[in-house]
């Protein structure tokens, strides 16, 4: 289970950091993601971290923008959004694949606008 929150209305440039609280799972077992869904786009991977947080990756479109980290002790993946474009409006979901499936957060949506 996840309890995402941080997402908002900013104007671009702005920032924003999300939160991904999990729990139901062993969290510094596994790797963690950040997708997003824009209206009428196909959801897409934004950043992923390692179990321990020693190693990310994020999408060509967010990288210098965008930084994923984790709290192991707290059990949350973050995303830290800088610089924000209206192109990053979308709803932001955290993802975990375990050994017993793939598991979703419910959503943030985050809306960039002035």
């Known amino acids: 289970q996840f309890v995402e929150s941080g997402g908002g209305l900013v104007q671009p440039g702005g920032s924003l950091r999300l939160s991904c609280a999990a729990s139901?799972?062993?969290?510094?077992?596994?790797?963690m993601s950040w997708y997003r869904q824009a209206p009428g786009k196909s959801r897409e991977l934004v950043a992923s971290?390692?179990?321990?947080?020693?190693?990310?990756n994020s999408a060509d479109s967010v990288k210098g923008r965008f930084t994923i980290s984790r709290d192991n002790a707290k059990n949350t993946v973050y995303l830290q959004m800088n610089s924000l474009k209206p192109d990053d409006t979308a709803v932001y979901y955290c993802?975990?694949?375990?050994?017993?499936?793939?598991?979703w957060g419910q959503g943030t949506q985050v809306t960039v606008s002035s």
């Open positions: 993802r975990v694949l375990t050994s017993r499936g793939v598991y």
């Open positions: 139901g799972f062993t969290f510094s077992s596994y790797a």
């Open positions: 971290i390692t179990s321990t947080g020693g190693d990310t």
